[in-house]
């Protein structure tokens, strides 16, 4: 196996000059990074304190639980899609 030169990392990335990198396509990408994060982390802290529960408390903790993990994922998709609108 031999080490990469510079002539073939040049080779990998080229930018498109009709498609310039800017900072709002930064922020964008970042964004929809954040946003899928949010998303994903407010469902796993639902979905992991669910069975830790006693199944009487899981009746009462049913309507809060699924109101969280809804309110992460419509923040979380809602910052993905402003960043996929700026990307």
């Known amino acids: 196996m031999r080490v990469p030169s510079a002539t073939d990392l040049a080779a990998v990335w080229t930018p498109n000059p009709g498609h310039p990198y800017t900072w709002a396509k ?3 990408l970042l964004a929809v990074v954040s ?3 949010i998303a994903l982390v ?6 992991s304190t669910w069975p830790d529960l006693d199944p009487p408390r899981r009746r009462k903790q049913l309507l809060p639980l699924t109101v ?6 419509v923040i979380g998709l809602a910052v993905a899609a402003f960043g996929a609108w700026l990307f």
């Open 35 to 37: 946003g899928c994060v």
């Open 68 to 73: 969280t993990a809804g309110v992460f994922l």
């Open 26 to 28: 930064f922020f964008g």
């Open 42 to 47: 407010g469902v796993y802290a639902v979905r």
